[in-house]
């Protein structure tokens, strides 16, 4: 089963770095294209990615933060795929970047953004 959701959270790029790769328990793999950033964990019996897209609400008393707040996306599998290692994360990195660019748009981020066609693949990095 594949899984995602993207969420309007107060953090800072570090933090959700830091946040990830704490919880993956592994080293992670990154890329990124102008302020969109991705990871996704190496161990190959989990799929699991994150991506970050900064996003100021037009409105900011409904967002209730005062720090840096951003869409971050996470996708993941559930039990058995048939994809798997480079192939998994980079297929999940571009399932959270495509919720991610819907989301971008109903969240009303100040800031217009244009969106590459894709990110740049794990392995040209």
Known sequence: MLTGKVELRE???AAWEE????????DVVRTSAGRVAALAQIDPDHGLASLY????PKDP??????????????????GKSRASGADL???LTDFAYQLTRHAYDLAECKESRDFPEK????EDH
Do not use: F, H, M, N
Not at 61 to 78: F, H, T, Y
């Open 19 to 26: 946040g990830y790769s704490s919880l993956a328990g592994t």
């Open 11 to 13: 953090s800072s790029k």
């Open 119 to 122: 990110l740049p693949r794990y």
């Open 53 to 56: 897209v900064p996003c100021d």
């Open 89 to 91: 994360r980079q297929a």
């Open 61 to 78: 008393g409904k967002a209730g933060a005062s720090g840096p707040r951003a869409l971050i996306a996470e996708a993941g599998v559930v």
